[in-house]
């Protein structure tokens, strides 16, 4: 029997379940202190001015309601992905993001870092109270991650093989140091990084297939991508198909949500169109992720 996609978010688990799956393992999940949420929030809905689209916010709910919406789609573990836009930010992030990660056995300890002096110690801190993967926004927080100030985070993390999801492509806005040069010097610099290049590095999708292929450690995680939404403001060459076939066990699920202006079912569903096979999908939904943070079924 030939699995077909999710219809809508209830449908979901039967979707993971015909596929063989025990759930789906969600890298870029977004769960941020109440004040940093509402500004989230209102940035989105003004959101037409920037990107000329209308961004609604599909699951603008409470923390439980949220939370509850991700155990009805099977999501069995999920990072919370802080992340500052200005000195000073990062370290009472990662306090509120372990202390969220405390009570919720599916969350995936998640913390951020910025270029500044205290970087490396409130790194190190972060790691030794096991976190699991950290988030930069390159775009967002507007520096170059080749900035001086990092030198000993990046060679910290690139010790000890801890992810960071990193949002550096110059997708949906471009900043003054996305794109695909920065990382290739970072990676030239500290090559065994384990990065997740989120939205696939949108819209330099080639590039970045570039430097999944030529770095060991280098992933590529799903949010946005291949989504009606994006396909309109950002498409991806059908050309490139075959490489991203070839990287399966490189790619991971992200969804962005709750930001997100589709049912998380629509990612899930764009996935499968892309027609790379339930193989395929098998290592995105759950394999790969599930082995990059030790996952049991």
Same mark, same amino acid.
């Given at each position: 029997m030939t699995v077909q996609p999710p219809a809508d978010d209830a449908d979901v688990p039967r979707y993971w379940r015909e596929l063989g799956l025990p759930g789906l393992v969600d890298?870029?999940?977004?769960f941020l202190p109440e004040r940093v949420q509402a500004k989230v929030w209102a940035y989105f809905g003004r959101a037409e001015a920037y990107y $000329?689209? #209308?961004w609604p916010i599909t699951y603008a709910g409470s923390v439980d309601e949220r939370l509850a919406v991700l155990d009805r789609l099977g999501v069995r573990a999920f990072s919370t992905l802080p992340y500052p836009h200005k000195p000073g930010m %990062?370290?009472? @992030?990662?306090d509120w993001s372990?202390?969220?990660?405390?009570? +919720? #056995?599916?969350?995936?300890?998640?913390a951020t870092f910025f270029p500044e002096p205290e970087a490396p110690a409130y790194v190190a801190e972060a @790691?030794? +109270? $096991?976190?699991q993967v950290f988030k930069v926004h390159v775009q967002v927080g507007g520096f170059d991650p080749r900035d001086p100030l990092l030198e000993p985070v990046w060679g910290r993390l690139a010790e000890t093989g801890t992810p960071v999801v990193i949002h550096c492509g110059s997708g949906p806005l471009a900043g003054a140091h996305t794109g695909p040069q920065p990382m290739a010097g970072l990676l030239d610099r500290h090559p065994r990084l384990q990065l997740v290049i989120a939205h696939l590095g949108m819209p330099e999708y080639r590039e970045f297939l570039d430097l999944a292929e030529r770095f060991e450690r280098v992933h590529l995680d799903t949010t946005m &991508?291949?989504?009606? &939404?994006?396909?309109?403001l950002m498409p991806f060459d059908p050309a490139e198909l075959p490489r991203l076939a070839a990287l399966r066990d490189k790619v991971l699920l992200g969804s962005d949500f709750p930001a997100i202006p589709y049912p998380y079912s629509h990612q899930l569903? %764009? @996935?499968?169109? @892309? $027609?790379?096979g339930e193989e395929w999908l098998r290592a995105v939904l759950w394999h790969n992720g599930a082995r990059l943070f030790t996952i049991g079924a």
């Open positions: 890298v870029h999940v977004h $000329g689209a #209308p %990062a370290a009472w @992030l990662n372990a202390e969220f990660a405390d009570a +919720r #056995p599916q969350v995936l300890r998640s @790691l030794d +109270r $096991g976190v &991508f291949a989504t009606d &939404f994006t396909e309109r569903a %764009a @996935l499968h169109r @892309l $027609g790379l």
